[in-house]
């Protein structure tokens, strides 16, 4: 046998535990006839050993999260996401009365509401608008729109620099780390 199959078969012989093949004899009688097989399958071996004696080392700085905040203030809704959300569902209630041609009173008859896909006939002459169109609410709902995009938009743009920022130390940590060892070589 050549020395490349021998070597691919050391796995054999480092590993001769229960449950695993054991080394063939021609694979016995080629590790006696050859020095160099026999060199680096002791190699092996003391890596080996080396192995399983190796104990992780402590990291080198503690992973920190910026800006940690206790439990219980992650646990609660912010104030502020509920008056998010309000808002959005009035905006969506009120783009749905504009598009519905909603009509609203309350007067000394009492409350009534009143809707309808088609527009109005010009049979009853109607009161001065107190609403808002359908251009008006279009145009409300847009704004809104585009805040919530650009608000968004700024976010993420936060989000990247910051993980840039982070990348960054940590890059030039590993470089600084990496130096040390070589200067210590």
């Given amino acids: 046998m050549k020395c490349n199959e021998i070597r691919e078969r050391f796995v054999d012989l480092l590993y001769d535990e229960k ?6 004899p021609e694979l016995r009688d080629h590790l006696r006839s050859c020095a160099s097989c026999q060199q680096e399958l002791a190699e092996l071996k003391d890596l080996q050993v080396t192995l399983k004696v190796w104990k ?4 080198i700085r503690p992973i920190v999260i910026p800006h940690a905040e ?9 104030v502020w996401h ?5 808002a959005i569902a009035a905006l969506v209630a009120l783009a749905f009365l504009g ?7 309350w007067d000394q008859n009492g409350f009534s509401f009143r809707t ?5 006939t010009a049979a009853k002459p109607l009161p001065a608008p107190d609403y808002y169109t359908k251009e008006e609410m279009l145009e409300v709902v847009n704004r809104v729109t585009a805040d919530s995009q650009a608000f968004n938009l700024m ?13 960054g130390a940590d890059l030039r940590f590993v470089v600084n780390k990496l130096k040390e060892s070589r200067n210590k070589n």
């Fill in 155 to 167: 976010m993420i743009q936060r989000a990247m620099k910051t993980m840039e920022q982070e990348n």
């Fill in 116 to 120: 309808s896909l088609l527009p109005k």
């Fill in 82 to 86: 509920a008056l998010r959300y309000a």
């Fill in 70 to 78: 206790p439990a219980y203030r992650r646990m609660r809704f912010p």
């Fill in 99 to 105: 598009i519905s041609n909603a009509d609203i009173r």
């Fill in 56 to 59: 992780d080392e402590r990291p």
């Fill in 19 to 24: 449950g695993t093949p054991s080394a063939s």
